[in-house]
């Protein structure tokens, strides 16, 4: 069975850094994608970065590109979101997420995380 376990969410002021972890375990990961999604409230989830497991691709969403960057550990089945220049529209719960295609893509998401808060302070 699949697990996902997030970390790492907590309060943070604007224009700090906090870094999330999401341990994976429970299959294989090789040729799946790792990645993030987050909700703020009264908002749908949306996409925010992923990475391949196989070979380290990386994407992400335009509106965290250059602020926020996505990593893995293979030897940890670890992925991590390195978040810096927080601000208020960054604020929501973080969920990890995995599947065997983009996960950009609708419907991508095989297995979901229970998701961790971010909150930003200004």
């Known amino acids: 069975q699949v697990q996902l376990v997030e970390s790492g969410g907590g309060l943070v002021q604007a224009g700090g850094s906090l870094r999330l972890s999401c341990a994976a375990s429970?299959?294989?990961?090789?040729?799946?994608?790792m990645g993030w999604f987050r909700q703020a409230p009264g908002k749908e989830r949306e996409f925010v970065a992923a990475i391949r497991w196989s070979g380290g691709r990386t994407y992400y969403a335009d509106s965290v590109k250059g602020r926020f960057t996505i990593s893995k550990d293979s030897a940890k089945n670890t992925v991590y979101l390195q978040m810096d220049t927080l601000d208020a529209e960054d604020a929501a719960v973080y969920y990890c997420?995995?599947?065997?295609?983009?996960?950009?893509?609708?419907?991508?998401?095989?297995?979901w995380g229970q998701g961790t808060q971010v909150t930003v302070s200004s």
């Open positions: 997420a995995t599947g065997p295609i983009d996960l950009d893509l609708i419907g991508a998401v095989a297995y």
């Open positions: 429970g299959r294989t990961f090789v040729g799946y994608h």
